[in-house]
């Protein structure tokens, strides 16, 4: 396999450093650059606590999408800038991996289309870890039986979108095979503002904030007399990188956008 180039955007966090071990490990991925707000001109393995990988860190993310030669670009940052790098990526020829969830419907619709018009393969998925994959299609199984759902997420208190980037998935696929109807009692009143949580066309969604966590997420349906919960746990972001590599590695194979890992597993 031919070496793929990768530039990694976010790479103090708790995802871009965990993106950066894995680079590492990889034999058929080398570091080209990263993108920081911090320590512009600095070698990656200068900088203490980051892996010993020989490539230099840009702050000016045009600048280092516009000089570096690289194939894909490996963004774990925030909405706003992980939004503007896919951009500039596409502008300058450069494969976007996007773990960064919390970007809008127009977003990724103006994305789709700007990677559609520039032939270039670009991965966008809120979970890059498979069980979280498989939790999300098997919800979607059970929905055709259990109409009646409700999502609750929870994540660590640092998390800046609401809800995840997961469960927003999830609830897409739950859509595609239930019928918007209104859950619980058709007067229900909250006495407090929220305790409900957000409604998708009648399903419910909780989001939880908590120091501790990592990625969680459970399912709830309800039948007649019966329940059924799908449950996932991320509890080391090394979870997501066998699917950041899966995606770099069939970002370079692919001409369009593809927004789900779903859809890169067999
Ligand atoms: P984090 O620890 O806060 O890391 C984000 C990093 O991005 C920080 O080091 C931050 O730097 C940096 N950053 C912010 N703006 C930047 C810019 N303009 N250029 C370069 N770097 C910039 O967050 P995280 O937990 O790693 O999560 C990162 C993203 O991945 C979030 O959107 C999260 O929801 C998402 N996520 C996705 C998955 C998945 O499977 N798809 C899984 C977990 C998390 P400062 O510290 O200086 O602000």
Known sequence: METIKVIVAGPRGKMGSEALNMIQREQHLSLAACIDREN?????????????????????????????????????????????HTKLALNNGVRPVVGTTGFTQEQLQELTSLAEEKQLGTVIAPNFAIGAVLMMQFSKWAAKHFPDVEIIEKHHDQKLDAPSGTAVKTAELIKEVRNPHHQGHKDEKETLPGARGADEEGMRIHSMRLPGLVAHQEVVFGGLGETLTIKHDSIHRESFMSGVKLAVEKAVELDTLVYGLEHLLD
């Open 40 to 84: 512009d001109g600095i070698n990656v393995k200068d900088i203490h606590g980051l892996p010993d990988l020989d490539a230099l860190i840009y702050t000016d993310a045009e600048a280092c999408l516009n000089e570096v030669e690289a194939d894909v670009l490996i963004d774990l940052t925030t909405p706003d800038n992980g939004y503007i």
